[in-house]
């Protein structure tokens, strides 16, 4: 059952089709699922005080109910290390269609994967999980199971990835924490299938995992056409 929060999110995206990043970000965190320390800042003065609050450096991402892709107009800089080089994304952001405001985040580092849902119309909630960032595409590296999965099952869908390698340290690079892997995935099949009725598809990519954890870096949640 999802929670009257929760509801409300999904309600106040309706007209847009689609949960805006920060938004989506929210929700995973309503159900337990781990994502960056974040703010939505809708002025300067607000996206300058979480920097400080968190530290330097950080990630900004427009927030456009208009832009689905932000890579698209640019629409996400990593990296910035000072008030000037913020107030300016800021600035720049603000010119975008449908500007909303701005997410600031801390960074993030790990190895890049893609997790997934989408709600089939004849085999219902299905999860995915593969190598992600701008390699998803080029690699189609991915594992799909029917939700609900528990973390056996989502130990078994990374096995099955042909750079299950990369997961498990390669060449002396360090491990991912796979442990965290499999709970978020299992955790992530249980609120899909909360959502079910109400979502198309979720996109987690990048979900970064290091050594010490998995975190979601970038989320986006289509709605159901009413």
Request: contains cysteine; glycine residues 8%; hydrophobic residues 45%.
């Amino acid at each position: 059952m999802l929670s009257k929060e929760m509801l409300d999110i999904l309600d106040a995206a309706k007209d847009a089709g689609w949960v805006v990043e920060p938004k989506a970000k929210k929700l995973l965190s309503l159900a337990g699922l781990n994502v960056p320390r974040f703010a939505w800042a809708t002025r300067p003065d607000e996206a300058l005080q979480f920097a400080h609050t968190i530290g330097y450096p950080v990630a900004v991402k427009v927030v456009s109910p208009e832009i689905l892709h932000k890579s698209d107009v640019e629409g996400v800089i990593v990296g910035i290390d000072a008030d000037e080089k913020l107030s300016t994304a800021f600035q720049r952001f603000s010119t975008l269609r449908g500007f909303a405001g701005m997410v600031v985040e801390e960074m993030v580092s790990g190895v890049e994967l893609i997790v997934g849902a989408k709600v089939d119309y004849q085999f219902g909630p299905i999860v995915l999980v593969g190598i992600g960032g701008t390699g998803v595409e080029i690699y189609k590296d991915t594992c799909l199971r029917m939700a609900p999965i528990e973390q056996r099952e989502a130990e078994a869908m990374i096995k099955s990835l042909k750079a299950h390698q990369l997961l498990e340290g390669y060449r002396g690079s360090e491990p991912i924490h796979v442990s965290s892997l499999t709970r978020m995935l299992a955790d992530f099949s249980e609120l899909l299938m909360r959502l079910e009725d109400h979502i198309e598809s979720i996109d987690l990519n990048p979900v970064m995992c290091s050594a010490d954890t998995c975190v979601i870096a970038d989320a986006r949640i289509m709605l159901r056409s009413q």
